[in-house]
């Protein structure tokens, strides 16, 4: 008997994420002629607000219909030419992603190897780039968050170690699953490059990808020579509109980037990183119970290095994190995230990013907490009411904080 589903189910995905209904409803509009004044108007104040979003007054924004694959490739294509030396430090599973694109196009790499369990240092970056006496590097990437391993670097940090050695070479950070969700200030913290996604912190479905070009990179873009056509940098920064996108534009993706910016905004990047705190800490919390059955552990091992986007829990040998995940959504409804690369069958994610408050994310916890069980993996019990009673002093604390909550007691009548 097939057994019939009720209700809604959980996204806890670290992409694709959420799409709130504000951005659904704004995409779901007829088709315009692409001279008209509202899809002009919607698609330069997109390009501007994401200006504010990276935080950068002197970058350019790219825009392109792909995913955050092709953002790295835009990012590459535009600044560097066929036997370009590239440094990049190993994050995860999406740092070898980026680094076998810049291969495909024909850059030498060095890597720097990590464990998939802390954060790169910045003083290994520095170290290598103090090595290169001739400043053959010539550009640096760098995975702000990787949601396979649930890590977040210090961007600044590296930055700051660049800058002591006196290398010249290029920062280009992946922002995707970090963007909207955590701190990241392109030009504060000496950033050239920074791509993205829709499809992540930023509420929207996937199928827009973003550019952030500082000066030395537009300066770069005028002396590389990788091939590229509709990636060109070059022919979007003409004046005509239809150039932005090297074509007809986006519109429907457009109208729905125009609600999630205006929700992001509202909201304020600030309150957006501390709700994204508020539901990492909760998560970490039921994870911190769990774990003392010692089945579950954390893969990052330093706290402070956790990412506040997304949750990557590593399962004992013996165990099979897809059956988990497979669990979770075929039996509770909850959508979560697969180990990747080497993790893959050895750990689960849960994301906790874009749209999401938290009984949301406490009902996404239960339903992982009702899928151990189902499964008799061995866990402690109560993670569920830590990420409660985290919640509870986070929101507490923001509310006290901002704007609190007047409580009216049993019998007295409000105030008029």
Same mark, same amino acid.
């Given at each position: ?53 990276? =935080?950068?007054?002197?970058? *350019? $924004? ?5 995913? #955050?694959?092709?953002? /790295? ?33 024909? &850059?030498? $790499? ?8 802390? &954060? ?40 700051? &170690? ?44 996937? #199928?827009?990808?973003?550019? %952030? ?30 150039? =932005? ?34 539901? &990492?800490?909760?998560? *970490?919390?039921?994870?911190?119970? /769990? ?37 979770? *959504? ?10 990747? #690369? ?21 009902? %996404? ?11 008799? $993996? ?33 019998? %007295?009548?409000? %105030?008029?």
């Amino acid at each position: 008997m097939t057994q019939v589903k009720r209700g809604k189910g959980f996204l806890n995905t670290p992409g694709p994420t959420n799409v709130p209904d504000r951005v659904l409803n704004a995409m779901h509009t007829p088709a315009v002629d692409l001279n008209d004044p509202r899809l002009l108007d919607t698609v330069a104040s997109c390009f501007e607000d994401m200006r504010t979003v990276f =935080r950068t007054r002197e970058g *350019r $924004i790219f825009m392109y219909i792909t995913n #955050g694959h092709g953002a /790295w490739e835009a990012a590459l294509v535009n600044v560097l030419s066929p036997g370009d030396k590239l440094l990049v430090p190993e994050t995860g599973n999406f740092s070898a992603g980026w680094r076998d694109v810049a291969a495909a196009y024909g &850059a030498e $790499i060095e890597e720097i190897p990590n464990d998939w369990r802390k &954060a790169i240092q910045p003083s290994q970056i520095a170290e290598r780039l103090a090595a290169d006496k001739d400043k053959k590097i010539k550009a640096v990437l760098l995975v702000h968050t990787d949601t396979a391993v649930g890590i977040t670097a210090d961007v600044k940090a590296v930055r700051e &170690a660049m800058d002591k050695v006196g290398h010249p070479a290029l920062l280009m950070v992946d922002t995707i699953a970090s963007l909207g969700t955590v701190d990241f200030r392109m030009d504060d913290w000496g950033v050239d490059v920074a791509v993205a996604a829709s499809q992540k912190g930023l509420m929207m479905p996937p #199928g827009l990808g973003f550019v %952030a070009a500082g000066p030395r990179a537009i300066e770069a873009h005028r002396k590389a020579t990788a091939p590229r056509r509709y990636w060109d940098w070059g022919a979007r920064l003409e004046p005509e509109s239809y150039r =932005r996108f090297c074509g007809t534009a986006p519109e429907h993706h457009m109208f729905g980037m125009r609600a999630a910016l205006d929700m992001l905004l509202e909201e304020g990047l600030e309150n957006a990183f501390r709700r994204h705190q508020m539901l &990492a800490d909760a998560t *970490r919390a039921a994870i911190e119970v /769990w774990s003392k059955a010692n089945v579950l552990s954390f893969n990052a091992v330093n706290p402070a290095e956790r990412s506040n986007g997304v949750t990557t829990i590593l399962v004992a040998d013996g165990y099979d994190g897809a059956a988990i995940r497979e669990v979770a *959504r075929e039996v509770f409804q909850t959508g979560l995230g697969g180990g990747l #690369g080497k993790l893959q069958g050895k750990a689960f994610r849960i994301g906790h990013m874009g749209d999401m408050n938290e009984p949301m994310l406490l009902g %996404a916890l239960s339903a992982v907490e009702a899928s151990l069980s189902y499964l008799d $993996i061995p866990y402690e019990r109560g993670g569920v009411d830590a990420a409660i009673r985290s919640i509870a002093a986070s929101r507490k604390r923001m509310d006290q904080a901002s704007s609190p909550i007047t409580l009216v007691k049993p019998g %007295a009548k409000p %105030a008029a």
